[in-house]
């Protein structure tokens, strides 16, 4: 019995060479889904930056509709927002001018 044991191919052994496989492979794949992450963390703080550096400003000009002798018929005022900068605001996505580089964005072909 405890030769046809030592003579059987059918099984398998973890040898120490597969162990450090399999230690490479999950490492391996550590460091690669924490560059996913950073990565992620990165493109979303990208998002971030742009959702705050949209100014959320407007105003609404008001109607006066006048009847016969410039009477006034009906009107609304009008209203608006100053969005100013918050303390929680991303940073401004200025321009920066690149000298020797053309920029597309101005129509300008040089």
Request: aromatic residues 8%; charged residues 25%.
């Amino acid at each position: 019995m405890l030769n046809n044991l030592v003579n059987d191919e059918n099984g398998f052994i973890i040898s120490a060479e597969l162990m450090l496989v399999i230690t490479l492979m999950f490492c391996s794949a550590a460091v690669g889904w924490a560059a996913v992450r950073d990565a992620l963390v990165n493109e979303l703080n990208d998002v971030s930056h742009a959702i705050g550096a949209v100014s959320q400003s407007y105003s609404v000009t008001g109607l006066k509709k006048d009847r016969n002798c410039w009477r006034p018929h009906a009107q609304c005022s009008g209203f608006g927002f100053n969005d100013d900068a918050d303390e929680c605001d991303c940073r401004i996505i200025e321009y920066v001018d690149v000298c020797g580089k053309n920029d597309p964005s101005t129509g300008d072909r040089e």
